[in-house]
């Protein structure tokens, strides 16, 4: 699982070798943290609506993010830009909101394995929001890896269950809310977009969450100031790891997450794993390795020859 607050992933990075071992380390730290962080709301979901799970997951993860303001200010939040930050916030809750959805009313390793599928998302954004051209190879690692979704979710006479729409729904909002903040990044400091989507989501998240207030109990504050406290520590790593090494050789840590959700939830909830859950997981993270080292490699070849740009989008 990746929260949807998550900054977007740089396409291409240059990484020297002395950094791939700490980039590889904080990439892992990052995936299983996220791990954490879906237990954690599926704990807190106990008790708690998962409507008043977002809020609160915005609420702490607002706390935790204000020290990135100790060392550059106010400063930070200067911008000319604020109109995009709402829009990015807007999808962000969306996704955040049916995110938090899927997880509580999905298997966990279920919900993991579709939200794999928003890189297969980002994609079809990249050319609908940003003119991005994408030719035959990516458009066909796309639809393999919408199969392995259709292979997780084993439709039957056609039909998907609500909850797993609910998923989908979230991997789309999801790509449209990294593509909003691929925009911002490239003129905004990213700490900024952390800090603004913070302060942005938790009063507005706060709307949905009233007309199913309940006060949480003392168990459940534990899991939920737990949860914003690893959604803000994993976006930290994985802002750190997209920064030192290539995002082609860090995106198949991601599968790394779901054996360990799978072991937690056989231990916490008598949840079960089936192969056909881990197959599809395994196709749909095969299409976004393929999907990021091809761009990785049409990125060298534009930075190495600037008018390959055109025929390198194949």
Known sequence: MRD????????????????????????????????????????????????????????????????????PGLALLRTD???????????????????????VHLPLTQAVAISYSVPLFVTIAAVLVLGEVVRARRWTAVVVGFVGVLVILRPQAGALPPAALVALLSAALSASSYISVKYLTRTEP????????????????????VPVWNWPDATAWLWLVLTGLCGTVAQVCMTRAYRLGDVSALIPLNFVQLPFVAVLAWWLFGEHIDATTVFGAAIIVGANIYIARREARLGRRRVTDPRAGGDAAR
């Open 4 to 71: 949807p607050s998550a900054s977007a992933q740089p396409l291409h990075v240059t990484a020297s070798p002395h950094s791939m071992p700490r980039a590889i380390a904080l990439m892992v730290a990052s995936t299983l943290t996220f791990g954490l962080m879906a237990i954690c709301i599926r704990l807190a979901a106990a008790t708690t609506h998962p409507f008043e799970i977002t809020f609160f997951r915005n609420l702490f993860g607002l706390v935790f993010a204000l020290p990135l303001l100790l060392r």
């Open 81 to 103: 830009r604020f109109g995009f930050y709402v829009l990015r916030s807007m999808t962000g809750l969306g996704a955040m909101l049916t995110s938090v959805w899927a997880l």
């Open 190 to 209: 990213a700490d900024a977009v952390v800090v603004y989507m913070a302060l942005l989501m938790t009063p507005v998240s706060l709307v949905p969450a």
